[in-house]
């Protein structure tokens, strides 16, 4: 997969420190993604992958080092955050669709909330987002009725209304069936290529997600254990790399947080 070069990265992380009240969840965190790059963010369950995410959004303010989007420091001041957050896709786990809304109602709803645009573009708009996705035929029907995967794909296209150039997915197959996961992962990548975006996929899903990152991280005990490609992850011989893609319940990376940080 090729990736588009540009001078600034997407993403910059320098020696951040992320903490919840009193506790830090990462410490002395370095990361770039490149622009145009599908980045996979990997770790087992309470690693800090969330943690990483809410600081992306600007949810999060971090306690140490700054974190950069397309050059600019994320703000703190209110009306510049959302702002920024309109440049910003995220794909939310329980996909935060309306019950009470239709397919295409969600869609438009970010549409209709930060654009002025006249109700003829945004239905037009819309129409494209659900194409995108392959579901213009499911536009009238309600969240009840979507399946997993559709209503997935659903709040994919809700969150490419505002054609955002980084999309941020938080496990996205979480709930999902083979199939289904098969079909989000390779939408993802082909919007990707097709819409010059760049890409950060938040996971536990390993084998699901490799095959179509470009850039692979994995976070665990607080800190990023590696950073490089796909292949090189797979060759790795890190004992906390090997401990998480082996799925072994004992070794470096604790089951308990109380007791990684005891220990």
Same mark, same amino acid.
């Given at each position: ?169 938080? *496990? ?35 084998? *699901? ?21 796909? *292949? ?32």
């Amino acid at each position: 997969m090729r990736m588009t070069q540009t001078a600034e990265p997407a993403v910059h992380l320098d020696a951040v420190r992320l903490a919840r009240g009193d506790r830090t969840v990462l410490d002395d965190i370095q990361l770039t993604v490149p622009a145009g790059s599908i980045t996979a963010v990997l770790g087992p369950s309470g690693s800090g992958k969330s943690t990483l995410l809410a600081a992306l959004t600007g949810e999060l303010v971090p306690a140490a080092g700054q974190v950069k989007l397309f050059g600019e420091r994320v703000p703190q001041n209110t009306r510049a955050l959302l702002a920024m957050r309109k440049r910003l896709g995220v794909l939310l786990q329980g996909n935060g669709l309306l019950t009470d809304l239709t397919a295409a109602e969600n869609v438009a709803l970010p549409l209709r909330t930060h654009t002025d645009l006249p109700g003829p573009v945004i239905d037009a708009l819309v129409d494209m987002k659900l194409h995108a996705v392959g579901l213009r035929a499911a536009a009238d029907l309600y969240p009840r009725e979507l399946s997993g995967g559709m209503a997935r794909r659903v709040a994919l296209a809700r969150a490419l209304a505002l054609d955002p150039p980084l999309m941020i997915y938080d *496990e996205p197959l979480t709930g999902l069936d083979p199939i289904a996961s098969g079909v989000i992962m390779s939408l993802i990548a082909r919007l990707n290529k097709t819409l010059g975006l760049t890409s950060i996929i938040v996971t536990h899903h390993v084998h *699901e997600t490799l095959p179509i990152a470009d850039h692979a991280v994995v976070i665990a005990n607080g800190r990023i254990v590696f950073d490089g490609t796909p *292949e090189a992850l797979e060759r790795s011989q890190d004992p906390l790399v090997r401990q998480f893609l082996g799925g072994e319940p004992d070794g470096p990376i604790a089951f308990d947080a109380g007791a990684r940080d005891a220990a």
